[in-house]
């Protein structure tokens, strides 16, 4: 008996390393993997690469990452690093639409202002000929008609629900006439002689 038992110990021995072996080997994270990129890419359509750009790139980074380490078979911290791009792209896809709505209502309460100081500009212009240079004079006007069809630009964008696009054309245009209408529109103070 002994002799039938002692042919089976080496094969048997061997199997039992081999599982031991396998057994304590990390599985590579394809599965985690493909459950990120899937993620990050329907993120990017939802367009939280525009409206929860912070969060997006760190869902991005950790992809990266992910990536990476099981280039360098550290198969543990890349399943752990593709979990968190997943859950990052699924943050940003819950942040579009509260900071798109912030962007558009940013831009709706104050569009009426930047409105009303071209008007002022413009005003000013045609009022006072003798208070400006012929060159000053021919330069503000371009400005105004450039920063009207910029208006009509944005309120496109708007209508299209573009609204970071918008958004980017607006403060770059709020930006413009607020520093000429610190040069051209007088102060109430200036405008009444109050000191």
Do not use: C, H
Not at 23 to 46: D, S, Y
């Amino acid at each position: 008996m002994w002799k039938r038992i002692r042919w089976f110990v080496p094969p048997l021995l061997v199997l039992v390393i081999l599982l031991f072996f396998l057994a304590g080997r990390e599985k590579r994270p394809t599965q985690e993997v493909m459950e990120a990129e899937k993620a990050v890419a329907e993120a990017k359509q939802k367009e939280a690469d525009l409206y929860a750009q912070d969060i997006f790139l760190k869902a991005e980074e950790s992809l990266r990452k992910s990536r990476d380490l099981i280039q360098g078979k550290k198969y543990k911290e890349a399943k752990k690093a593709a979990e968190e791009a997943a859950n990052f792209a699924r943050e940003a896809m819950t942040q579009v639409e509260p900071n798109k709505a912030r962007l558009k209502t940013e831009m709706e309460l104050t569009i009426s202002e930047i409105r009303k100081k071209i008007k002022e500009l413009k005003r000013l212009v045609s009022k006072s000929p003798r208070q400006m240079a012929p060159r000053e004079r021919k330069d503000l006007e371009e400005l105004i008609q450039k920063w009207e069809n910029d208006m009509g630009s944005i309120d496109s964008l708007i209508k299209e629900q573009k609204i970071r696009q918008a958004y980017d054309q607006w403060l770059t245009l709020k930006k413009a006439v607020e520093s000429k209408g610190e040069i051209y529109i007088p102060t109430p103070e200036e405008k009444f002689g109050i000191k």
